[in-house]
């Protein structure tokens, strides 16, 4: 029995996979992807938090590399728009 009293198998992890895409990648409302799938918000809120993407992944790792990325690109606006600004004089 788990934390609610609610006695369930645990999720596969396909199914977790799946509603995790649906939600992050596809923008579903978690409330439609719980209904369409039949588990919980409590659940699939813990699913992101815990960071299960394709089984292996963590988000927080991706979410890591994405912000490096993201400096990495403002970094060369700020270089071209310095370029362009000068080439303006």
């Given at each position: 029995?788990?934390?609610?009293?609610?006695?369930?198998?645990?999720?596969?992890?396909?199914?977790?996979?799946?509603?995790?895409?649906?939600?992050?990648?596809?923008?579903?409302?978690?409330?439609?992807?719980?209904t369409?799938?039949?588990?919980?918000?409590?659940?699939?809120?813990?699913?992101?938090?815990?960071?299960?993407?394709?089984?292996?992944?963590?988000?927080?790792?991706?979410?890591?590399k994405?912000k490096k990325?993201?400096?990495?690109l403002?970094?060369?606006?700020?270089?071209a728009?310095?370029?362009?600004?000068?080439?303006?004089?």
């Open positions: 029995m788990n934390k609610t009293g609610i006695n369930h198998p645990p999720y596969d992890t396909q199914l977790k996979a799946t509603v995790i895409a649906k939600v992050r990648d596809e923008g579903m409302n978690v409330s439609e992807a719980a369409q799938y039949g588990v919980t918000t409590k659940s699939i809120y813990r699913w992101l938090r815990e960071g299960v993407v394709n089984s292996d992944t963590s988000l927080i790792l991706e979410n890591n994405l990325e993201m400096e990495q403002y970094a060369l606006l700020g270089r728009t310095a370029e362009m600004q000068r080439s303006k004089k």
